[in-house]
């Protein structure tokens, strides 16, 4: 390869050499940038990844070869990029970029950041860290074909966050326990049954039916997988718990305490396990007669029955994980993983726990296998393993030459901004096919700040509604604070005239208060809290609204957002669903079905599993048309579009 700084001017060739970037996030767009920056004669440059490397990488990643697996991507890709330019100065660094090392003062240092990262909350970060040292920011992602970059700047443009994303798609605890409609609802529920990371919005109600399901994890009332005792439709007589209960323990050995434990007490017996799971559970659910006056009800399945007459059909052709299996397939498959799973248990000892991985073999057998048997107790067409790990895994093709593509513009806009021509910078969207200009890239005037963002408007202030009697101060601040509003270590004090602090970033200095309601602060409608995050130098006034009124399985709105009911763009049909099944490299754009506007639609998307994450949600679609010199100008509002099931737990974020 051949360094391209011998084509730049003169004075910015000197710039390249001189000046400190940081590149955050070194996976398919930060090994392709990395590699560009030290061909086009950057010297100086810093980069961050807190992952390692994973053979699914390797198709993409190409400063990584199998002998790397298992290493610091960041250290790695210091030391391949170095090959191509042993007199540069690269720092690695293997952490996570909210780390509080890397304050304010740390974005200081650099004349400009380029973010190659793979989920949301990443990007919010440095995204408000960049604005706190008024450092220029390069955001950029790719999903499949699609892809984008985008520069932020203080004052001058929209910062990442001007624009509302979605929230993570939630499934109604009730709908995943008792009335599953869709494949990706039965998908949710075997991961909760093996136990994986918290997306479902479920109630906590807890009875004598009640069931801490989990297997192989640690238990956790919201990922509660049992039949849903307190939902609303089902309209519970409580003259029929009697006969509820007696369905439901019929066999003596069922009791609705703890599936984990009475699962170890079997040994884990997978035919016991099965039957509770896909024929007690089930005629528990036929009981609550209500639910199914408009569905179909579901059908038992009985181990015994299946293996007197397991109706094999002729295998598939094709690959292996590409074939859809009968009934009693998917019961052996259930059986096999139940056993190996088990065993791993065994020999990690008493109280031990698995973590589920749809890259570990035996657990990713487990939910194919628990999914489709649900999904044919529900009457819905069985998936193969394939197709179960892209829902399970939120998994988005992940195409090497776009990642390439799109390092390529980061640097481009990158020498804008080191030329001093911010005004030249573009938000420039990369297309599946050619528009009617014949276009696969396609660039656009960069939007002003938007007088209505939360984070980059000189006093950010916001609206929540929520019920101040039920709301913990704990809940506040991991769900609301944290999750909703992207903060890192917030300080609350209460605007009541005594500067009442609520919460602390200091550990334990308020964990006493972590489960009481607001409403033993004095916390009411109306009330203020100023919340204070010092490593991302940000401040939100909170104007809590209390209200009785919100719909179950909500826990809070922020007035005057909804992103996740804007109405969905007109865009091809086959090109959404390939979002919504999800990847992890990923900002993607789309093209709308309407060729004559050429309008685009933005969307973020995660590498290949969102922290969430990641995890399904499409993140920003903006809609643009484009202008007689071949730009295109941003027509407001913006459309966002939820999608079905990506990198955690149905989102997708963009990497």
């Given amino acids: 390869m051949v360094q391209l700084v011998g084509s730049l001017r003169k004075e910015l060739a000197d710039s390249l050499s001189t000046c400190k970037v940081l ?184 009875d004598e039916f009640c069931a801490l399901s989990q297997l192989f994890g640690e238990e956790d009332a919201d990922q509660e997988v049992s039949p849903d005792t307190a939902d609303p439709e089902a309209a519970w007589n409580p003259e029929d718990t009697a006969a509820r209960a007696a369905v439901s323990e019929k066999d003596g050995d069922i009791k609705r305490v703890s599936t984990k434990v009475w699962a170890r007490s079997t040994g884990y017996d997978p035919i016991k396990l099965f039957n509770k799971l896909f ?194 101060v704990l809940s506040l601040q991991d769900r609301i604070l944290k999750e909703r509003f992207g903060m890192v270590a917030p300080d609350v004090q209460i605007e009541d005239g005594k500067g009442t602090i609520l919460i602390s970033s200091e550990e334990g200095e308020t964990e006493a208060n972590n489960n009481k309601f607001l409403s033993d602060f004095g916390i009411r409608n109306g009330s203020r809290l100023q919340s204070d995050d010092f490593l991302q130098d940000y401040t939100l006034l909170v104007n809590v609204l209390h209200t009785e009124e919100l719909e179950r399985d909500v826990e809070f709105e922020v007035i005057g957002e909804a992103p996740d009911k804007a109405p969905p763009p007109q865009s091809n049909q086959e090109e959404v669903n390939s979002i919504t099944n999800g990847n992890k490299d990923s900002a993607q754009p789309s093209t709308s079905s309407k060729a004559e506007d050429d309008d685009l639609m933005i969307v973020d998307s995660d590498e290949e599993e969102v922290a969430a994450s990641n995890s399904a949600a499409v993140a920003t679609g903006t809609k643009r048309k484009y202008s007689e010199t071949g730009e295109s100008s941003a027509k407001r509002p913006r459309t966002d579009q939820s999608d079905a099931a990506d990198d955690e737990d149905d989102i997708v974020a963009l990497d």
């Avoid at 989920?119 to 790719?142: F, K, Q, T, W, Y």
């Fill in 23 to 206: 590149v955050v996030g070194a996976g398919g767009i930060g090994c392709e940038l990395l590699k560009n920056l030290v061909l086009t004669g950057f010297k100086n440059i810093e980069v961050i990844d807190l992952d390692t490397i994973d053979v699914s990488n390797l198709n993409r990643q190409f400063l990584f070869q199998k002998k790397h697996v298992g290493k610091s991507k960041a250290q790695v890709a210091k030391e391949s990029a170095l090959q191509f330019c042993p007199s540069a100065s690269i720092t690695a660094y293997h952490d996570s970029i909210t780390n509080p090392d890397y304050n304010v003062e740390f974005f200081r240092k650099f004349m400009l950041v380029m973010n190659a990262l793979d989920n949301r909350a990443a990007r919010n970060h440095v995204n408000r860290m960049c604005l706190a040292a008024d450092i220029p920011l390069i955001e950029s992602g790719s999903a499949g074909y699609l892809g984008q970059v985008t520069v932020i700047k203080k004052g001058l443009t929209e910062c990442y966050e001007c624009q509302p994303k979605p929230a993570q798609k939630t499934f109604p605890g009730c709908t995943i326990r008792n009335t599953p409609s869709e494949p990706i609802h039965c998908i949710v529920w075997a991961k909760y049954l093996f136990n994986k990371c918290r997306a479902v919005s479920c109630h906590q109600f807890h």
């Fill in 279 to 472: 024929k007690d559970d089930i005629m528990y659910l036929l009981t609550m007669d209500k639910l199914w006056k408009k569905r179909k009800a579901p059908t038992p399945l009985d181990w015994q029955q299946l293996e007197v007459s397991p109706n094999e059909e002729a295998p598939a052709s094709g690959l292996k994980d590409q074939k859809v299996l009968d009934v009693w397939g998917y019961c052996q498959m259930f059986q096999d993983s139940v056993e190996t799973l088990s065993s791993q248990l065994q020999e990690k000892g008493d109280d031990a726990e698995l973590v589920w991985d749809k890259d570990d073999p035996p657990a990713m057998d487990f939910v194919t296998a628990a999914a489709n048997l649900r999904m044919h107790v529900f009457s819905m067409n069985m998936k193969s393993r394939f197709d179960v790990k892209s829902m399970a895994g939120n998994i988005i093709p992940a195409i090497a030459t776009t990642n390439a593509v799109i390092a390529g513009l980061i640097v481009l806009e990158g020498l804008k901004i080191l030329s001093g021509e911010m005004e030249t910078c573009r938000t420039v969207f990369l297309n599946k096919c050619p528009n009617l200009r014949k276009k696969l890239l396609v660039p656009c005037v960069l939007d002003p700040p938007s007088a209505n963002c939360y984070v980059c408007v000189s006093k950010p202030e916001v609206t929540v509604k929520l019920n101040v009697q039920k709301t913990t």
